[in-house]
């Protein structure tokens, strides 16, 4: 058994009439309270006023309570576009819009934001996170807490801890020694902590240094004992796996109703294996956050209304605007429409778009701009063509709700039925979608034998097609009535997110004819099991063609020989990011290269745009004109595209992780387990530390990013020469905007140490600003420096006596200006 420190007791702040709530419970209730009632909500306990706490998933959107395109979610672009901003008061605004959607929605607390670290780039959920660099992702960590809280819902930043890879990731042990995790992997929870007072934390699948998240020493030193937590510890869904996590400051297991604790926690306190204070401490947790959340009779919320609201549809434009990242212009950006007749549009992804990563943080929009639909849109009177190019696409990919059409009421959409063993009808829903998803409801999953998926779908052209099914278990599908494939999917490895969230798939065959429908129905088997028990997912539509991937790009150079200009989309897809596995290789799915390298080969003024979430590989980046990259840009991606492309807005974005030449030079790249074992043995050394200490050139490095304006740099000065461990140093930098137009720019400052006796980075961000100018305007960056940049931990933090040097500049990599400052003891 783990040797523990007993909990704390209920801390002496407690509000009293908290602990008088609390003495009206039983034991049972109490312990009732500590696991939820059902995979989203907490227990209500009606006789001391508390209603249910309703969470949901984040961090890039809210979905709510169902996972239903009749509710439509603001689907805002992905962290790492965030993160790429270098702006606090976008990702306070972003945090704000969460709010707002989940107050719109009746969600009390959103699961997110997620503040691992980019540790390798082949990391599943890279997309989802903000940065390599702990100074980055904190104080945008810091910000975007902020902005959820000041609108009355609590924040839950996650995965505490070392939690930066998906490969076995519910058993795998991370090795890490405590410098590590003090200097990088713990400072951005510290900062959401300590300055946005975080009301909520999740604690992860995985072990560190033999214990696993939910039973580990961690969650009270240093969150409780140090920063002064005073929030719940919720657990990631399933994490808690025994009782002796009762032990621990881990205050709520999730999901519910049946988890390890219930009767067996209750059994526990009475034989004395688990102090009743323990469970004391964690209900009265617990109903502090209802409190906050207006849960509670009697209690005041934090927030009774949201105070900071806008609109969220402009915000996603601009946003995706502000993280996008111009990292190569030959000139050639930004395009006058007036001066544009013919554009060739090319790529699988300008058409099916990814505007965000795969897995639990997936939201419902209402409605997705497409690369190519805002091209369309900001240039009414150019000769817009589209060709494919090569297939991105893997699986199945879901019917166009404009396609379909409804048998049981002729609208646009499906009719569901869920059937019995005998074929009786138990329960049915007319759907606008055919990707589909249930977590409880009303659907009777586990009564059910059969689901049945029904609709009239209209081909848009001649030719054969794949209709086909995505979903672990028997299906079986029919055309005009005809049983055309009966197949067994079995899932893929052993991660049970990612067999229901990213399932194989089963097709057949089907010759269309443009404007003809057809009648398709899918069967599934509902009585045998599932990825998750009590939980259904099955998406229904057409699996891409992949005969011929040469007419595919001859049909592109085609199109890009006879245009003005050409822009290639290129990127990933839903099988390479995702939550529940890592990437094996960093090169773009299918024939991409090929494609952009033929492209460009015919039409010099080919434009690059990269739909990934995280890095890949350009072996062809210095053969075109301008390589912007824009992540998983949210639901207004297409506008935001184009308003970029057309110079009606500047690009903001500054790479917030270095980007590779090839796959071979990443410094740190290992996800997989080794015995179970993944050892962090780079220790504080990752992301462009890691670059730099290794002395290998990126194709991008950190911190790079062009605008459409030029800047000058002058004047370093500090306002302190001397830095002691209480006192914050502020930077400033002069700047002059000495292009034509507007522009944005990220000073960026660095410190370096190269005498000492410490094992440091060769440099390392110690802080930044964003300034804004018009043309010919001189502005000053102020950049505050927290004297903790100078400090490394040694059981405490320890701050070397000497000089260090600060180094200013616009990347890691273009750092003109310098200056010394001495830190003291």
């Known amino acids: 058994m783990t040797q523990t420190t007993p909990t704390p007791p209920v801390t002496a702040g407690t509000d009293a009439r908290l602990v008088d709530l609390l003495e009206q419970l039983s034991l049972e209730e109490k312990v009732l309270l500590l696991t939820g009632h059902d995979f989203w909500a907490t227990w209500p306990i009606e006789k001391i006023g508390l209603r249910r706490i309703l969470v949901s998933d984040g961090p890039s959107g809210v979905r709510g309570e169902v996972w239903d395109e009749r509710s439509p979610s603001l689907n805002l672009p992905s962290a790492t576009a965030l993160g790429s901003s270098w702006d606090p008061s976008i990702a306070r605004r972003y945090g704000n819009v969460a709010a707002v959607e989940a107050r719109r929605k009746g969600v009390d607390v959103v699961l997110g934001p997620t503040i691992n670290l980019h540790r390798s780039p082949l990391g599943g959920r890279h997309f989802e996170c903000f940065s390599e660099d702990p100074i980055l992702t904190s104080t945008l960590a810091a910000a975007y807490v902020s902005g959820v809280q000041e609108n009355g819902v609590g924040a839950t930043p996650k995965h505490y801890i070392a939690n930066d890879f998906e490969t076995d990731r519910f058993t795998v042990d991370v090795k890490v020694d405590d410098r590590t995790l003090r200097e990088l992997y713990l400072l951005a929870f510290e900062k959401a902590v300590s300055e946005s007072h975080a009301w909520l934390i999740m604690s992860s699948y995985n072990s560190i240094n033999g214990a696993t998240a939910t039973e580990n020493e961690l969650l009270e030193t240093p969150l409780n004992s140090e920063w002064g937590f005073d929030g719940v510890v919720v657990s990631d869904w399933t994490a808690v796996r025994s009782v002796e996590s009762a032990k621990h400051s881990q205050d709520l297991v999730m999901p519910g109703p049946a988890g390890p604790w219930g009767d067996a926690l209750v059994g526990a306190v009475r034989a004395g294996e688990v102090d009743e204070s323990a469970v004391d401490r964690k209900v009265l947790r617990i109903l502090t956050l209802a409190a906050r959340v207006g849960a509670l009779e009697g209690f005041e919320p934090a927030v009774a209304a949201p105070v ?481 940049s100078f400090a490394d931990w040694q059981d405490g933090w320890h701050y070397e006596p000497g000089v260090f040097q600060l180094f200013a500049g616009t990347s890691v990599a273009d750092l003109p200006l310098g200056t010394t400052v001495e830190v003291t003891a």
Request: glycine fraction near 10%; charged fraction near 20%; proline fraction near 6%.
């Open 308 to 788: 900071r609201v806008e609109d969220g549809i402009a915000f996603v434009r601009e946003a995706e605007i502000a993280g996008s990242v111009l990292v190569r212009n030959t000139g050639e950006l930004p395009w006058s429409a007036d001066m544009l007749s013919r554009v060739a549009v090319i790529g699988d992804n300008a058409r099916h778009a990814r505007t965000q990563g795969g897995g639990s943080a997936t939201v419902l929009p209402e409605k997705i701009v497409t690369p190519l639909d805002g091209i369309r849109s900001a240039l009414p009177n150019a000769e817009i063509s589209y060709s494919t190019g090569a297939v991105v696409q893997e699986g199945i990919s879901e019917f166009p709700l404009d396609s379909m059409t409804n048998p049981s009421n002729g609208q646009p959409g499906a009719l569901v039925r869920f059937l019995d063993a005998d074929g009786a009808e138990l329960f049915r829903e007319d759907r606008l979608a055919s990707a589909l998803i249930w977590f409880g409801g009303d659907a009777p999953i586990t009564r059910s034998s059969v689901l049945e998926f029904s609709t009239r779908y209209l081909p848009e052209e001649s030719g054969d097609i794949l209709v086909g099914f995505a979903a672990v278990g028997v299906g079986r599908i029919y055309i005009d009535g005809e049983l055309v494939r009966e197949a067994t999917v079995e899932s893929v490895g052993t991660d049970l997110g990612a067999a229901f969230l990213a399932p194989p798939s089963a097709s057949a065959p089907v010759a269309v004819r443009a404007g003809e429908p057809i009648e398709i129905k899918v069967e599934f088997d509902t009585s045998g099991p599932t990825a998750l028990d009590g939980v259904l997912g099955i998406t229904i539509g057409i699996e891409p063609d992949r005969s011929n991937p040469d007419a595919l790009i001859a049909e592109a150079v085609a199109a890009a020989r006879e245009a003005d200009v050409a822009v290639v989309v290129v990127g990933t897809n839903a099988k390479v990011e995702s939550e529940g596995y890592d990437r094996d290789s960093l090169v773009l799915p299918g024939r991409q290269d090929e494609l952009v390298a033929a492209v460009a080969a015919v039409n010099p003024r080919t434009v690059v745009v990269v739909n990934s979430g995280s890095p890949v590989l350009l072996p062809w980046r210095n053969d075109v004109a301008a390589v912007l990259l824009t992540w998983f840009g949210g639901q207004e991606y297409g506008d935001a595209l184009a308003d970029i492309l057309l110079g009606l807005a500047e690009p903001g974005g500054r790479l917030p992780t270095t980007w590779p030449v090839a796959q071979e030079d990443v410094p740190v790249l290992d996800v997989t387990p080794k015995d179970g074992i993944v050892r962090y043995e780079e220790g504080i050394h990752i992301g462009y530390r890691a670059w730099l200490k290794a002395g290998t050139e990126p194709a991008y490095p950190f911190g790079h990013g062009l605008g459409y304006t030029t800047w000058e740099l002058t004047d370093l000065t500090i306002d302190s020469p001397t830095v002691t461990s209480e006192i914050e140093l502020t930077a400033s930098v002069r700047l002059t905007n000495t292009g034509e137009r507007v522009g944005k720019q990220v000073v960026q400052v660095y410190a370096s140490r190269p005498d000492s006796s410490i094992d440091r980075p060769v440099r390392w961000l110690v802080g930044y600003a964003a300034v804004s100018a018009e043309a010919g305007q001189s502005v000053t960056a102020t950049v505050t420096i927290p004297a903790r």
